[in-house]
């Protein structure tokens, strides 16, 4: 007979008139790895929120039964003194602080004198242990790493003596070495006991730890999956995720690519803005078609991102040297206003900080990039951003419940979709596009993939940035490969294969060592 150290039984949640969940049952045996999949929207999140206590008792139905007792959690401390931790995408770590204080912060260690310092730091290097992370608990947190902060987020919550750990999103702003590091963390913790429930969008990374696979589907429990043997079929797991079989995630497109070269960089260089002596861009020449996708790979620290902020008026950086053409035309950016007005647009990876104003609407977010188009006598012509939104949804597919929504309101998915009609607004040639579908559902991400064809087909030059191989691998004509600041190699789409991509950084990475 099973053991199950949970289970939520008929959980239904409602947001005003929208039903976010409707008699949703999970369980979750002791000691498992249980994956939560579902498109954005689907409601994995509310579900972890009622079970964490963000969303308290009294404000949704059913019950949870967690360790054989029955759990009516009205805060978040209520659910962690049960043993039940929730590690957000968004890290809830104070950059100012060091780890050791970070990880006992409303939990300090005291003594008659008030906090203890030492026993503070010497716990929480044996907890840093624990999760194979071999820093020094007075460490500022700003000065680690995404993938260690996530470690020590995992720390934290050991020593809050936490027997189920949900872990929302873990792995979206790591690189394939980091993500494979925290997987193995969990399969090694759930030899100790250790309980997880992991949601991802990365769905070969589930197959690789779940024991099982529980899908939402608009706010419902569609089915549980068994991955005994962890082979189970992506393609099964996508069909359950949305409701049909998906034939191909990546769209078949015509490669109308002209022979004009409307991005041409040469000899491009850039210093890190807070140390100039610092190069993180070094002498990186490259060139994109007019109507062409084209990669642009590397392990985080590459330089993929400064290089594409740098490109767009200089947002990043400081000291940056070589020549940049524009359709031919010499260009000297100064700023983001120049790059926008030469026709060259970039999108950040980070939709929430950088990309989006959150807390306002559909609208303003999709005409803010080129608001002349939409001003008469210097006055918002409300009609006309109404109408031009509309367009823009319908072409896209975005799901809001009109255009004065406000942007955190929706899912991942369709803020990006919002984001990208922001920049089609100005009706950019060239766009930059920095991890396009981190931290989006599969569906949406095919979504994004067909407007990102729809674009080059149009005569638009993309050059896209991606952690995710096989996304460059499906999408690009061509790869360049970054590392360490530079660019090492360049791909066809006919040649380019994980394989050989990962070899030329290997490469590249033992004759720096040589040099070194």
């Not at 959980?11 to 949703?24: N, P």
């Not at 290097?125 to 260690?148: N, Q, S």
């Not at 060259?344 to 807390?359: P, S």
Request: with cysteine; charged share 30%.
């Amino acid at each position: 007979m099973a053991d199950y150290i949970l289970e939520m039984n008929n959980i239904t949640k409602s947001f005003g008139k929208m039903k976010a969940l409707d008699h949703v049952n999970l369980k979750v045996e002791r000691g498992e790895i249980h994956a939560l999949i579902g498109e954005n929207g689907a409601g994995k999140s509310t579900l972890m929120n009622i079970l964490s206590g963000i969303h308290p008792f009294g404000s949704y139905r059913g019950e949870i039964i967690f360790d054989g007792e029955k759990c009516c959690f009205k805060r978040p401390v209520d659910s962690e003194k049960k043993g039940i931790v929730i590690i957000h995408q968004e890290l809830a770590l104070i950059p100012g602080m060091s780890i050791g204080e970070n990880m006992f912060l409303g939990n300090e260690r005291r003594d008659c004198f008030g906090v203890d310092w030492g026993r503070t730091f010497k716990e929480a290097e044996e907890y840093l242990k624990t999760v194979g992370l071999h820093e020094d608990a007075r460490t500022l947190v700003r000065d680690l790493g995404i993938g260690k902060q996530q470690l020590v987020e995992i720390a934290k919550a050991l020593s809050r003596n936490a027997k189920l750990l949900i872990l929302d999103e873990p792995t979206s702003s790591l690189n394939d070495e980091e993500s494979g590091m925290l997987l193995d963390l969990l399969l090694e913790m759930k030899k100790t006991g250790m309980t997880s429930i992991i949601i991802s969008h990365k769905l070969s990374e589930l197959s690789y730890c779940a024991d099982n696979m529980t899908i939402l589907r608009d706010g419902t429990a569609v089915e549980t999956l068994s991955n005994e043997g962890h082979s189970i079929d992506e393609d099964r797991i996508i069909a359950g995720m949305i409701g049909y079989p998906l034939e191909q995630l990546f769209p078949e497109r015509e490669h109308n690519i002209s022979d004009e070269i409307a991005l041409k960089v040469e000899n491009w260089t850039v210093c890190d803005p807070h140390y100039p002596d610092k190069t993180v861009v070094k002498d990186v020449s490259l060139y994109a078609k007019r109507g062409e996708i084209v990669g642009l790979f590397g392990l985080q620290g590459a330089g993929r991102t400064e290089l594409a902020m740098s490109l767009f008026g200089r947002s990043y950086g400081s000291e940056t040297g070589g020549t940049m053409w524009i359709n031919g035309r010499n260009c000297d950016l100064k700023d983001a206003k120049d790059a926008i007005r030469a026709g060259l647009v970039y999108i950040t990876e980070d939709r929430k900080e950088n990309g989006l104003v959150m807390a306002q609407s559909v609208a303003g977010n999709t005409t803010m990039a080129a608001l002349e188009k939409i001003v008469r006598r210097r006055i918002v012509d409300t009609d006309l951003e109404k109408t031009v939104t509309e367009e823009y949804m319908t072409r896209l597919h975005t799901k809001a419940s009109s255009a004065s929504e406000k942007v955190e309101n929706l899912s991942g998915g369709n803020q990006q979709k919002v984001m990208l009609a922001k920049w089609m607004f100005t009706d950019a040639d060239i766009m930059l596009i920095d991890e396009p579908t981190r931290g989006i559902d599969v569906g949406a991400k095919h979504e994004i993939y067909e407007i990102l064809g729809k674009l080059a087909q149009s005569g638009k030059t993309i050059v896209m940035i991606s952690s995710e191989m096989s996304e460059l691998l499906g999408m690009c004509d061509r790869i360049y490969v970054m590392n360490a600041g530079s660019l090492i190699e360049e791909f066809s789409a006919e040649d380019a294969t994980r394989k050989k991509i990962m070899e030329a950084i290997l490469r590249h990475d033992t004759r720096l060592s040589e040099g070194s």
